[in-house]
């Protein structure tokens, strides 16, 4: 069975949020093995410099890269990416997989994105949209995608 891990900078909190993105796990456990990880979002003060920031950014990704399993399809989510639509993007997964690949990271920043080491150790890098979300929705947004991915794969009719 697949393997697909969500690396997530900051925890859910909001009931509505968890519960939505609980949805998602148990809908995607019939196609993959899903697990998420969260990391803790370094702090920063209420108006940070660019070197906090980065500072900041930089702690996040040595987080982060610690978790990425060697032989994982990386895919950081970050404004610069590429924009798929749903049918595109259900073939970069069904490709991966086809070429054997059994394991995908998907990686979400946190308010400030994703240091360019995370960006650099990428397979594919990857953009929802030119508008801005919170990056507790992207969560549960990208695990929409993910469960979408997999229903055209299959031909299931969730997808229209």
Do not use: W
Not at 111 to 124: I, M, P, Q, W
């Amino acid at each position: 069975m697949v393997s697909v891990s969500i690396i997530a900078v900051g925890k859910l909190k909001e009931k509505f949020l968890i519960q939505a993105y609980g949805e998602y796990e148990k809908r995607l456990s019939g196609f993959c093995r899903l697990t998420t990880e969260e990391i803790e979002a370094a702090y920063l003060p209420d108006d940070p410099s660019d070197a906090e920031i980065q500072k900041a950014l930089t702690a996040e990704a040595e987080k982060i890269l610690r978790k990425i399993p060697a032989d994982s399809m990386v895919i950081p989510m970050c404004v610069e990416g590429k924009q798929l639509p749903s049918e595109k993007f259900a073939q970069k997964l069904s490709d991966g997989i086809a070429e054997g690949k059994n394991t995908f990271t998907f990686i979400i920043g946190g308010s400030y994105g994703l240091a360019d080491e995370v960006k650099k150790r990428g397979d594919l890098r990857l953009s929802m949209s030119e508008m801005t979300f919170p990056h507790r929705l992207a969560r549960i947004m990208l695990a929409e995608q993910i469960y979408r991915a997999f229903t055209i794969i299959n031909n299931r009719k969730y997808h229209k």
